[in-house]
């Protein structure tokens, strides 16, 4: 007794659907703690805003930057091993281009409509950030979709309702809702 075409194509796409979800949930594994990273840089940049003069928080970005980008390097070696090296090589380009694109449209926005005050220049960052993370889940890993929403909505609140505050709310909800997220996509 054999197997017919249609039940061998069947079996074949549920390999292929098997497949494609333990990606999807190694992609989540590796990302978490990358995003559980960010969660800390982010913290600690807008908690640096909330306490240092305007003229200081370039600096602080920096160095957070450079801290969170060493991290994301670090912390994606881990998942070398199981991504064949073209397609790695492939995903990095397309990484860089894309924070290429985001900075130069976020460095152009600033620069056309040029905040008159701090807090626009505070919570842009956390809009974009949303943005970003909302196109990555309806792409390709939906639960991005809703860290995305959450970080856009906790922003759009410290706007309305914080903004005496907006620093330390945005170290708070945005750094803490990416830490948060990073744990949800760890434990996928």
Sequence with gaps: MGISKSEAASALADIESTAGRGRLLKGYQIGGPILMAWGAVWA???????????DRWGVSWLVLDAIGVAATILLSRRGKREVAAGARAANGWKTA?????????VAATYAVFRPTSVEPAIVFPGLVTGLVYAGVGVAFAPRYLWIGAAVSAASLVGWFFFQPWLAFWMAAVGGGGLFVGGLWLRRA
Excluded: H, K, N, R
């Excluded at 600690?44 to 305007?54: D, K, Q, S």
């Design 97 to 105: 281009a894309g924070a290429f694109a985001i900075l130069a449209f």
């Design 44 to 54: 600690l940049g807008y908690c640096a805003m909330g306490l240092l003069a305007p």
